[in-house]
């Protein structure tokens, strides 16, 4: 709001910045996680970056805690493409995923025992 309010007085490149900067904040703000029989997808913002995992590639998934000051902050933080170490932190618990090759993907989620529940069924061998 403070963006559209210094545009319209004349602030442009103040409006501008603040309108990026909350642009790119609600945009990490969201995940969706998907869980098929056969894979999860992890979806940050309205779809990127996203993150696939089938079920042959998950090593272990566990219960975790996920505080925002000890990951960095809010949001997506970490690299999958290169380090294959990604945190979805949106505060309180979540689920650890790790993979075959030594991936670890932590996901934050208010339905802890859910998400986890649904990755060890379509990965029985996953159970920790």
């Known amino acids: 709001m403070f963006g559209l309010v210094s545009i319209a007085a004349g602030a442009t490149r103040t409006g501008l910045v603040c309108l990026v900067v909350t642009a790119i904040g609600v945009w990490f703000s969201r995940a969706h996680y998907t869980v098929t029989s056969e894979t999860i997808v992890?979806?940050?913002?309205?779809?990127?970056?996203?993150?696939?995992l089938t079920s042959a590639e998950i090593a272990e998934a566990s219960t975790s805690s996920l505080p925002a000051l000890l990951v960095g902050g809010w949001g997506y933080r970490g690299c999958w493409t290169f380090f294959h170490r990604v945190a979805i932190s949106l505060g309180g618990s979540g689920v650890l995923v790790k993979t075959n090759t030594g991936g670890r993907l932590q996901l934050s989620t208010?339905?802890?025992?859910?998400?986890?529940?649904?990755?060890?069924?379509?990965?029985?061998h996953a159970r920790n």
Request: aromatic share 8%.
């Open 110 to 124: 208010h339905h802890q025992r859910d998400l986890l529940d649904a990755i060890v069924s379509m990965a029985p």
């Open 42 to 52: 992890v979806r940050v913002g309205w779809g990127f970056p996203h993150i696939s």
